[in-house]
């Protein structure tokens, strides 16, 4: 299963950086996952200041 980002993202940026496989990118108000790409590694999940980013 695809991390997923919360309503707590604060559209920092932090995640997108850190992604090795490119899945996240801004959204409409906030980042998103793509659910196709994401290999499940949880790289963005410990970069979010925030913690919005469950696995």
């Known amino acids: 299963m695809a ?3 919360s309503d707590a ?15 996240i990118s801004a959204g409409d108000g906030q980042y ?3 659910a196709d790409a994401c ?5 963005c999940a ?3 200041p925030v ?3 469950n696995g």
Request: overall charge negative; proline content about 3%; charged content about 10%.
């Open 3 to 5: 991390y997923v980002i």
């Open 9 to 23: 993202c604060v559209s920092c940026g932090t995640c997108e950086g850190e992604c090795p496989v490119g899945a």
């Open 32 to 34: 998103v996952i793509d």
């Open 39 to 43: 290999v499940d590694c949880g790289t």
């Open 46 to 48: 410990g970069a979010c």
């Open 51 to 53: 913690g919005a980013i």
